[in-house]
C-alpha cells in the first residue's frame, strides 16, 4: 500500500498531545485564501512511500514519542483523500501502541456509502480527529476556501455520532474570520457537538506566503495583518470554554 506524501516532520509539537510524528500527504480539494502548504495541492504528486517505509522511520522515534504521551498525526494537504492507504498506516501504527491523530478539514467528506464504510473502518484505527473549521457561514466559506461548508458540518456530526474524541481548530484571519456573529454561530454549532475535547484558535501568519510566489500564484491576502492579541483574546473568549 502506497500513499502520495509530501513531507515528514519528526518531532511536532503542535499537532495533537505530546511529541507528534507528523506525515504530510499530498492533495487537497480546498484553496484557502491563507493556506500555508499551498505545494500540498495537486493530487496524485509528491513522494510515493509504502506504510512499511513509514513505519519503519517512526520506529525510531517511538521512545521519544512514548515518553511524550505522543503519536502520529497525518495531516496534509488532505489525508482523507486517501483513505485506503490512510487506514492501512494507522492500523499497523495501532498494532505498535502508537496514538494516532488525523489532521482534516473534512473538505472531501461525503455520504457515499462506500466512503462511509471506509470512514467507518478508519475510525477504529483514530484516537482523535483535529477538525479544521474554516468559517460557519456557507457564503463566507465558499469565498475563503474555493468550496462549501455543508458537507464538512456534516463530516462534524459523523464524528460526534461516533463520539471520535475532536480537537476544533479555526485559523482567526483579521476581516475575514474574526467578526463576533460569526464567531458566536461557530461555538453555538460546536456545542451541538458531543465529542469536542478542545478548541484551538489559530492565529494567522504570513509564513506561507513565499510558497505561493514559488508557485507564480497571486497571494489573495497580501496585506493582511496577523490578529492583534485583543482580538485572539476575544476570539479565545468566544470560542474556547474551559
Given at each position: 500500500m502506497k500513499g502520495h506524501i509530501h513531507s515528514i516532520e519528526t518531532c511536532g509539537t503542535v499537532d495533537g498531545p505530546g511529541i507528534r510524528y507528523i506525515v504530510f500527504t499530498q492533495g487537497c480539494l480546498l484553496r484557502c485564501q491563507y493556506c500555508h502548504n499551498a505545494d500540498t495541492w495537486e493530487i496524485g504528486k509528491g513522494k510515493s512511500m509504502t506504510?512499511?517505509?513509514i513505519i519503519d522511520d517512526l520506529q525510531s522515534y517511538i521512545p521519544f514519542i512514548e515518553a511524550s504521551r505522543g503519536g502520529i498525526t497525518v495531516s496534509g494537504g488532505e489525508p482523507l483523500l486517501?483513505?485506503?492507504?490512510?487506514?492501512?498506516?494507522l492500523k499497523?501504527?495501532?498494532?505498535?501502541?502508537v496514538h494516532t491523530a488525523i489532521d482534516t478539514s473534512g473538505g472531501c467528506y461525503t455520504n457515499e456509502p462506500v466512503i462511509q464504510a471506509k470512514l467507518d473502518q478508519l475510525m477504529e484505527y483514530t484516537d482523535l480527529v483535529l477538525l479544521d473549521l474554516k468559517h460557519i457561514d456557507p457564503k463566507r466559506h465558499q469565498k475563503l476556501t474555493g468550496k462549501p461548508n455543508e458537507h464538512?458540518?456534516?463530516?462534524?456530526r459523523y464524528l460526534s455520532d461516533k463520539k471520535k474524541p475532536v480537537w476544533i481548530r479555526h485559523v482567526l484571519v483579521p476581516g475575514i474570520t474574526d467578526e463576533e456573529e460569526d464567531l458566536r454561530h461557530l461555538r453555538a454549532f460546536i456545542d451541538t457537538l458531543k465529542n469536542v475535547e478542545k478548541v484551538e484558535v489559530l492565529p494567522y501568519h504570513q509564513l506561507g506566503v513565499y510558497k505561493w510566489e514559488q508557485l507564480g500564484h497571486k497571494y489573495p491576502l497580501k496585506g493582511v495583518q496577523p490578529p492583534a492579541a485583543e482580538t485572539i483574546a476575544f476570539a479565545n473568549q468566544i470560542l474556547v470554554k474551559n
Open positions: 506504510v512499511e517505509e486517501q483513505l485506503d492507504f490512510l487506514i492501512a498506516l499497523k501504527c495501532k498494532k505498535i501502541g464538512i458540518l456534516q463530516f462534524a
